[in-house]
């Protein structure tokens, strides 16, 4: 489904992603992990079309197709979803009008109709039951004022309603209580299908308990450093970061 | 202070035809009225950027204009049709041709008793007190050529009396039409009295019929009895060639609440002044405004809002959208005067700048002589924010239909303020229209 090959990006000149490949196909959960500052969230920044960042080398296939060619909205048509680590507030937008606009964008690329008022509403309502959220957030600005648990709820619903082929999801656990991130896991897995995948970016393992991951990789200055099965991510729990560090500076071959 | 005198002559030899044409009236108070006005005219001149005023906006391209008063009413009739679009389906409405009442278009039928509601001049004709009372006492033309010109031409507008505990349930709508005008001067007077304890909306609608230049000067005096409310909304949607300058001056007596929604989308220069005196105590002003220019326009805003009794209140927020070359200018004036504590002011402006090459200036301006008060205010002006834009755009919304959901939202904070609906929903569907034109016009490099 999505295939990252010898990925270099940046800002600027100042290289922060430095030869990032990774395959994930369908049915997968994958996760990242990795320090701060390691290029967790510049990769999904970079896959979700960011253009503040500028990628310097590599290419990423996504369903075969050339996916850093296309427009943030033409990667979000063709399925491909990032759960934001901080969302953005938009005053003066109700979430329905925003949500509606985007899936009735999502649907015409698909070849589908439109939903029309009444169609919406069920559905959204329906999907909003997934991540416990009240409709009264349906009539309230995208965001604004929300806490920053009921924001990482928000970017899930919106994932339930748009339904992507591969969802990115950067730091979802960050900010969230115990409960809230039960319900927001809980909510991710009912989205697990055989036909789509994710990518889950964290720095914690906490997430990976409630989202069990077919594979973990460790990403380090930039590049991945490390990859393994669930058990991995354990390991990183008990052990921390550094022991990935070490070994991946002692197997870079000197210039 | 300097002004320009070199189009006087020209308004002058004006006047006097317009005198000549008056017949039987050159004794009526109304006419000494004006002939005070003119001379008052003549003294000032035309500002000019060096007046604080006008600091701001250049109105040579308005005395270029050789502008012609209409001394009469508009002979030609207007299809009914095109009324019936630019109206917003309310039971009142009195339709202005040129400045004046076209009664054959309007519908005055089923208002409370007591309520009048027509053609100033026909009023002025049967003597109404209120005309004696009121007119020309709020809206100065000591220091306001505009106002001192619209007073010298001074024949025809719309005057609504509402009586005392009067409910209006429907608004009145004014239709302002500008039809087969070519440099005409056009100056419509209107006067609302409204009586202690009433509740009345108003909207004005400014609307052109045709693509000449042409001048709307037009001064609205509003008076609040004890008690009342009225939301006075605006929409000012005149032809991209036309000037417009308009003068709104409200009296407020005690426990009144005052609501301003002024809604400026058209003319190559348009200038709004609303002036409100709160000189009663527990009054509520809350002015509010959005324009929207592109092009070349000029949308200068100023208003002003004058605390003279304790325990007031005001809001006002004010909000531009700017593209391509076009500029904005607002002015906000707030004095608190000495008798007036327990104030309570707050000023907001907000500007979008769609393009790099458009301009406003802001100048908020208070004045405060009372110590125990609350009032702030605050300017911002900025783009579209990337990051909502890439947002929208990550959830498979496109860039334009991203910018223009950002942009509608900026409006509509001030659109859902009015209250009288079908000019709401009219308004919304205007803006998008006007954001949907914008796009289509070529980018300009």
Known sequence: ?255 | MKYTTERNNWYLSKFAAFERSLNGESNSPVHALRRDAIQRFDKLGFPTNRHEEWRFTNIQPILKADLKPVLHPHPATVARSVVERLSFGTRYRLVFINGYYAENLSSVEGLPKGVRCGSLAETQNQNHDAIRDHLARYARYDDSTFTALNTAFLRDGAFIYVPDNTLLEEPIHLLFLTADADHSLISPRNLVVIGANSQVSIVESYESLTDRPYLTNIVTEIVLGEGSILEHDKLQDEGLQAFHVSSTHVYQKGKTSFTSNSIALGGSIARSNVNAVLDGTGCECTLNGLSLSSGTQLIDNHTSIDHAQPNCQSHELYKAILEGKSRGVFNGKIFVRQDAQKTDAKQTNKTLLLSDEAVIDTKPQLEIFADDVKCTHGATVGQLEPEQVFYLRTRGIDETAARDILTFAFASDVVRRVHVEPLRNQLESLIHDRLDAGRKLPQQD
């Open chain 1, 1 to 255: 489904m999505l295939e990252i090959k010898n990925l270099h990006a940046g800002i600027t000149g100042n290289e922060i992603l430095k030869g990032i490949s990774l395959k994930v196909s369908a049915g997968e959960v994958h996760a990242i992990m990795g320090p701060n500052g390691s290029g967790k969230s510049t990769l999904a920044q970079v896959l979700a079309g960011r253009d503040t960042y500028e990628v310097t080398q590599g290419e990423v296939l996504y369903q075969g197709k050339n996916f850093l060619e296309m427009d943030p909205e033409e990667r979000a048509r063709e399925g491909f979803f990032l759960a934001f680590q901080y969302p953005v507030e938009i005053p003066g937008v109700s979430n329905t009008y925003f949500l509606k606009a985007a899936l009735n964008a999502v649907r015409k690329h698909r070849g589908l109709e439109e939903l029309d008022a009444v169609e919406f509403l069920q559905l959204v309502k329906q999907r909003m039951k997934l991540v416990e959220m009240d409709e009264s957030f349906l009539n309230r600005p995208v965001n604004e004022g929300f806490s920053g648990g009921e924001k990482k709820r928000n970017e899930i619903f919106q994932m339930a309603v748009l339904e992507p082929k591969l969802a990115v999801l950067d730091e979802t656990d960050s900010g969230l209580d115990i409960d809230a991130l039960r319900i927001v896991a809980d909510g991710v897995n009912k989205l697990r299908r055989k036909d789509n995948a994710i990518i889950v970016v964290t720095h914690y393992q906490r997430l990976l308990n409630y989202i069990v991951p077919d594979f973990v990789h460790v990403l380090v200055d930039g590049r991945i450093a490390k990859s393994g099965g669930k058990e991995l991510a354990l390991e990183l729990e008990e052990k921390g970061y550094d022991w990935v560090k070490d070994e991946a500076d002692r197997t870079v071959v000197p210039a």
